[in-house]
C-alpha cells in the first residue's frame, strides 16, 4: 500500500506556480539587465579594461597561482578528512579520558575563525620564534577548522544509523574496531558525502583567505592585477572569481560520480540492505562484511582472521 506525502497541485495551484515561476524569471532578468547596464555605462566592458589579459604571462601566472591555491586545499583537504575521522571516532569512545579531551579540542578549533588561526600562526608564532611560511600557516588553519566540522558531520552520521546495526555487529562477533570499520563508517560516509563535499568546497573557497597573510594564491593575484593600468578590478574579479567557480562544480561533479559508482557497488549495497527491517540483521551484515573483506577474513569471536 502506498500513502501520499502531498496533495496533488489542482488547477489553480498551477496556475498560480506558473505565475510565479514566470515572475521570479522576469526579476532576475531585470536584476542582471541593470547589473549589465550599470557596468556599461561605467565603461568596464572597454577593451582597454581587459587588455591586460591579452598578454600570455599573465595568465601563465595566473595559472601559477591557480597551482598553489590547489596545492593548498588538496593538502588541507587530505589532512582535514584524515583529522575529521580521528576526531569522529575519539568523540564516540567509551572511555571519558579520550571522549572528553577530543570534545574539547573539536570545540575549540571549531569556535576558532579561520582567518584569525592562520593570522595566529602566521604573525603570532615569530613573537615566540617560530616562523612558519604561509603555505603551512594556510593549510594547518585550514586543516585544524573544516577536520573539527568533519569530525561532527560523521560523528552524526554515525550516531543516526540505526541501533540494531552496532548490536547485529557484536552479534556475529565483531570487535568495536570491526564494527566501526566494517559497518558504521561505510554507511555514514554514503549517507553524509553530500554534507562532506559541501565542506570541502568550503575548504577551497577559504584558500582565498590566504592572501592576507601574502600567501600567493588567487585572490592574491587578483588584486595585483587589480592594481595594474587601468584598474581592472571587476575584471579580475571576473576572472579569478570564474576559476573558482569552474574549480567548485568539478569538486562536486567528482563527488555526484563518486556517489554514483557507490550506489552502484555490491559492497556497500550489501551494506545499505541492513537498513531494511524486513531483512535479517545478521545475515545481511554478514553478507556486507564479506563483500568488504572476503570471507574468511574478519574477525570472529574475537579470533584473528586467517
Request: charged letters at 15%; one cysteine or more; aromatic letters at 10%.
Amino acid at each position: 500500500m502506498t500513502s501520499v506525502l502531498y496533495d496533488v497541485p489542482g488547477p489553480k495551484a498551477i496556475l498560480r506556480n506558473r505565475i510565479l515561476g514566470v515572475a521570479t524569471v522576469i526579476v532576475v532578468l531585470a536584476v542582471l539587465g541593470f547589473v549589465s547596464y550599470q557596468l556599461w555605462q561605467s565603461g568596464q566592458f572597454e577593451a582597454s579594461r581587459w587588455y591586460v589579459f591579452t598578454f600570455s604571462a599573465v595568465w601563465v601566472q595566473i595559472f601559477d597561482a591557480l597551482g598553489r591555491t590547489l596545492a593548498a586545499f588538496g593538502l588541507a583537504a587530505v589532512l582535514s578528512l584524515i583529522l575529521g575521522f580521528v576526531l569522529a571516532i575519539g568523540r564516540l569512545s567509551e572511555h571519558a579520558w579520550v571522549r572528553v579531551p577530543v570534545t574539547v579540542v573539536t570545540e575549540f578549533f571549531r569556535a576558532v575563525p579561520v582567518l584569525v588561526f592562520m593570522m595566529l600562526l602566521y604573525y603570532g608564532l615569530p613573537v615566540i620564534g617560530v616562523r612558519m611560511p604561509p603555505y603551512w600557516a594556510v593549510v594547518i588553519a585550514l586543516m585544524m577548522y573544516n577536520g573539527s566540522v568533519l569530525a561532527e558531520v560523521l560523528r552524526a552520521g554515525i550516531e543516526s544509523l540505526p541501533r540494531g546495526q552496532k548490536e547485529a555487529g557484536y552479534a556475529i562477533g565483531l570487535r568495536k574496531n570491526g564494527v566501526m570499520r566494517l559497518i558504521l563508517l561505510p554507511q555514514a560516509v554514503r549517507a553524509m558525502l553530500p554534507v562532506i563535499v559541501a565542506q570541502l568546497v568550503v575548504t577551497m573557497k577559504d584558500t582565498a583567505l590566504g592572501f592576507i597573510i601574502t600567501y600567493p594564491e588567487l585572490l592574491y593575484f587578483a588584486k595585483l592585477l587589480g592594481s595594474q593600468q587601468g584598474r581592472p578590478i571587476l575584471q579580475s574579479a571576473f576572472i579569478i572569481g570564474g576559476i573558482y567557480i569552474v574549480m567548485c562544480l568539478i569538486l562536486s561533479g567528482i563527488a555526484k560520480y563518486i556517489e554514483i559508482r557507490t550506489r552502484r557497488s555490491p559492497k556497500l549495497r550489501a551494506i545499505a540492505n541492513a537498513h531494511n527491517p524486513a531483512a535479517d540483521d545478521e545475515s545481511t551484515l554478514t553478507e556486507a562484511i564479506a563483500l568488504q573483506k572476503g570471507a574468511g577474513k574478519h574477525d570472529i569471536g574475537g579470533m584473528p582472521g586467517i
